[in-house]
């Protein structure tokens, strides 16, 4: 006895192939619309020196955090309504070489403020937060900003 296999795929080759047609489209909507045109907030990294960075990675944030100073005190990541803000200071109503964290989750009802002793801390949260995840905001105690 034998089969015919011509023109026959298992069922993982199907799975596989829709797979790539499905990211196929993806790609190509992407292309045609990308996030900053369909309203999704685009990344940005902005300091108090007037540097700015869209979608900034892991070495632009670092970076940024490294030029903090008495004179460039602060930056911001924006997504939106959605931020998280360092400062660097005195300035920032925190101790000489601390940090001051803050992020605003949509409404100003949101908005939180943690003091923080370390720049590595600073960093990971920045590139937790731009990278989309939630799990950097639980490395710090958090107080509720009410304005």
């Known amino acids: ?7 026959w795929s298992a069922p993982e080759d199907v799975a596989a ?13 992407a292309v045609r619309s990308p996030p900053a045109s ?7 990294l902005s300091a108090c ?5 869209e979608h ?11 030029r903090l100073s008495p004179r460039n005190w602060f930056l911001v990541l924006d ?10 200071g005195e300035r920032a109503a925190t101790r000489p ?5 803050e992020h605003r989750d949509g409404l100003p009802d949101r908005h939180f403020r943690a003091e923080v002793a370390e720049r590595a801390g600073i960093v990971r949260a ?4 731009a990278a989309g995840e939630d799990a950097w905001r639980q490395a710090f105690d958090w107080q509720h900003l009410k304005f």
Do not use: C, K, N, T
Request: hydrophobic share 45%; net charge negative; proline share 5%.
């Open 126 to 129: 920045l590139i937790g937060f």
């Open 79 to 88: 997504r939106g309504d959605h931020y998280v803000q360092v400062s660097l």
């Open 17 to 29: 192939e829709e797979a790539v047609r499905e990211h196929e489209r993806s790609a190509a909507d």
């Open 38 to 44: 369909r309203g999704d907030p685009v990344p940005l």
């Open 49 to 53: 020196d007037g540097s700015r960075v």
């Open 56 to 66: 900034p990675d892991a070495a632009a944030i670092e970076a940024a955090v490294g």
């Open 97 to 101: 070489g601390w940090y001051a964290l």
């Open 1 to 7: 006895m034998s089969f015919d296999l011509a023109g």
